[in-house]
């Protein structure tokens, strides 16, 4: 079956560090381009970081930026997520995110696959 499932959640500290990872199956990984998002109780999805199919380009949210490094393999079908300098307002339940666009015959289709979340909990 199509799959992202993500690991790495857990209870840390204030000032702590974090390794989220994420597993794919199920379907070409390194024709996607993967992201993490991040959910907070009674507040919106917010995508925190992204990477290339290639591996050229990463991007990060002004909130995360420097402290957070995405990273792929795409021999082992995996992404992972470094998170330091944690604080309590990182505290979320974060998700692994792949998607595609096929373009066949001059048609545009759509692919995404969402893993089921990891939470992380930072106490202050």
């Known amino acids: 079956e199509v799959q992202l499932v993500e690991s790495g959640g857990g209870v840390v500290q204030t000032g702590e560090s974090l390794r989220l990872s994420c597993a794919a199956a199920?379907?070409?990984?390194?024709?996607?381009?993967i992201g993490w998002f991040r959910q907070a109780p009674e507040k919106e999805r917010e995508g925190i970081s992204c990477?290339?199919?290639?591996?050229?380009?990463?991007y990060y949210a002004d909130s995360v930026k420097g402290r957070f490094t995405i990273s792929r393999d795409n021999v082992k079908n995996t992404v992972s997520q470094q998170m330091n300098s944690l604080q309590p307002e990182d505290t979320a339940v974060y998700y692994c995110?792949?998607?595609?666009?096929?373009?066949?015959?001059?048609?545009?289709?759509?692919?995404?696959?969402w893993g089921q979340g990891t939470l992380v909990t930072i106490s202050s």
């Open positions: 199920g379907f070409r990984f390194d024709d996607y381009n």
């Open positions: 995110h792949a998607d595609y666009l096929d373009v066949v015959d001059g048609h545009d289709r759509y692919i995404e696959v």
């Open positions: 990477i290339t199919s290639g591996s050229a380009a990463t």
